[in-house]
């Protein structure tokens, strides 16, 4: 019994130290910073963090130090954030519209944007040898690596998916990106 009432003493005692101030409030806009790299967005994600970490600040063990707990929670926020945008931006691949809709800009983002024909011709070259080298991996990686690499689908829900693991996910997703690499590798060098 008294083991158990001790670590309620230096529960308690950590939840105490839980603070948001302004020195922890600069400490997570620095840590946004570092990921993102753009003020709007840090100053939104530093927000969303300091957040997550009110609503979790049960979880604060107390077995490190409070700026440690804080800065993971704040990296976390920060590359889900990260994930959310590339996930939005493969969604949806083409540019807005101009205001009056007639195009006139989207075609002046893609004619300044576009890559060249050399470049589409290796991207082409690229996926379809991706593609073969897909098929001959089998029923075992080929549908993982698309869901995680080309659909953006996380592992979890790769795995919630096709019944697997977590774990085998990761592990299959890994094989199938290693192969393709030595693959592409082999054919550029050849």
Do not use: C
């Amino acid at each position: 019994m008294k083991g158990a009432q001790k670590t309620r003493k230096v529960r308690s005692k950590a939840l105490e130290q839980v603070r948001f101030e302004g020195r922890e409030r600069e400490y997570v806009y620095a840590v946004a910073m570092k990921y993102l790299k753009d003020e709007d967005e840090a100053a939104d994600v530093a927000q969303d963090a300091l957040l997550n970490a009110y609503r979790h600040r049960a979880s604060f063990r107390g077995d490190s130090r409070f700026t440690t707990w804080l800065y993971r929670v704040a990296a976390t926020t920060a590359l889900m954030h990260l994930r959310k945008k590339r996930r939005a931006r493969a969604a949806f691949p083409a540019a807005e519209l101009g205001p009056d809709n007639d195009g006139a800009d989207l075609t002046a983002d893609l004619a300044s944007g576009a890559p060249s024909p050399e470049d589409e011709a290796a991207a082409h070259e690229a996926l379809a040898l991706a593609g073969r080298r897909l098929s001959s991996l089998g029923d075992k990686y080929g549908p993982i690596f698309r869901m995680r690499f080309a659909d953006g689908y996380s592992e979890s829900e790769i795995a919630d998916e096709l019944d697997l693991n977590v774990a085998t996910v990761k592990t299959r997703a890994y094989r199938a990106r290693a192969a393709l690499r030595e693959e592409i590798a082999a054919a550029v060098n050849a």
